[in-house]
């Protein structure tokens, strides 16, 4: 079954504490991407990769490292989490810009 | 800065009633206009596409209006079903690759 997985589903950490959300994609698409959800915000892009060992930033990066050393994998990287990163948090991956962005089902991140 | 910018925030409509929601930009470089669903507890799914050479496009229920000069854009959903029930979000990209999405809409179906 063509899918993306994100792991964990759910995760709460303290401040400070550096954790992983890792995002994995068997459809062999070049294009992958994070976002996170907040309420009246929507979703916002936090980094994109093209291809591997290219990644760029989207919309909201600061505070968030992203890797593409292989292709079907993208982990999202938060060196030291503040409250403020609190959110619902999605990967992507899709063949091309213009054909659809298949989501993974989300990770809810809660840093207290 | 909001990049698109999405009406309303929430919605309810009658079963079999008609759905609208809108989205407006201002980059005239996006030149893909995807709108995705989403189900509570899921990731968002497409639903329909439209380019900005193409006034309509309509599949099944679901129709998008494409107007270029006012830069909007807007979901029609004929016949709505309780099933439709979900939040959707207009999107938008260009050639760079970045994807700006809006502020979502929750659509409630009453029986």
């Known amino acids: 079954e063509a899918q993306v997985t994100q792991n964990p589903r759910y995760l709460i950490t303290v401040t400070g504490k550096k954790l992983t959300v890792t995002c994995s994609q068997n459809?062999?698409?070049?294009?992958m991407s994070w976002y996170r959800q907040d309420p009246g915000l929507g979703l916002r892009q936090i980094y994109y990769?093209?291809?591997?060992?290219?990644?760029d930033k989207g919309d909201v990066p600061e505070g968030y490292k992203v890797s593409r050393k292989e292709k079907r994998n993208f982990p999202l990287i938060l060196e030291s989490p503040s409250p403020n990163q609190t959110s619902l948090y999605f990967c992507?991956?899709?063949?091309?810009?213009?054909?659809?962005?298949?989501f993974g089902n989300g990770t809810r991140l809660t840093v207290t | 800065q909001q990049q698109v910018k999405q009406s309303p925030q929430s919605l309810i409509v009658q079963k079999g009633g008609i759905s609208i929601i809108n989205c407006a930009y201002e980059?005239?470089?996006?030149?893909?206009f995807p709108w995705y669903q989403q189900f509570p507890g899921k990731g968002p799914a497409l639903l329909i596409a439209?380019?900005?050479?193409?006034s309509e496009k309509k599949e099944g229920r679901f129709t998008i209006s494409f107007n270029k000069s006012a830069k909007q854009f807007s979901l029609h959903i004929m016949d709505s079903q309780p099933g439709d029930s979900a939040t959707y979000f207009c999107?938008?990209?260009?050639?760079?690759?970045?994807?700006?999405f809006g502020t979502g809409t929750s659509l409630t179906v009453i029986p």
């Open positions: 459809m062999n698409h070049e294009y």
């Open positions: 992507a991956s899709t063949k091309t810009r213009s054909s659809p962005l298949h």
């Open positions: 439209i380019r900005p050479d193409v």
């Open positions: 980059n005239t470089a996006f030149d893909y």
């Open positions: 990769s093209m291809n591997v060992e290219v990644t």
């Open positions: 999107a938008a990209t260009t050639t760079g690759n970045q994807f700006y």
